[in-house]
Every structure is written in C-alpha cells, then in structure tokens.
C-alpha cells in the first residue's frame, strides 16, 4: 500500500512509481490514520497520472486491488 506519508517515502519510492511526484498535503483526501498527505490523481501534459506499480500475475492467480 501506498501512503503517501513522509515516514514512509522510502519504501513507498522504491517500491511505487510516481510516488514523489504525486504527493501533496491535502486532509480532505487523506485515508491514513494520523496522516496529512495524499496523491494527486489527475493528469496533464506536464503531471503524471499517480501512484503505480507492476506486477507479475500468471494464470489462476487471485488479484484483490483497492484504490
């Protein structure tokens, strides 16, 4: 899962694309506990679209995916 959260950058970067550049303090839109930060979803020529990630998945595999 991707936070959003400054404690948590470190993972989240390595693990998710479009992490940095995504982030912005905005409580209305913030789902973590005790969080202040969430990811901007919308994209323009210049912005990229969100947070992301790349997973491998093969025939028969359960995918369970939340946003």
Request: hydrophobic share 30%; net charge negative.
């Amino acid at each position: 899962m991707a936070t959003m959260e400054a404690d948590n950058a470190e993972y989240e970067e390595q693990t998710f694309g479009n992490v940095s550049e995504t982030r912005q303090v905005d409580q209305l839109y913030n789902h973590t506990e005790d969080g202040n930060t969430s990811a901007r979803l919308n994209a323009t020529e210049d912005k990229a679209m969100g947070p992301w990630t790349s997973l491998h998945v093969m025939p028969g595999d359960t995918v369970r995916m939340s946003v």
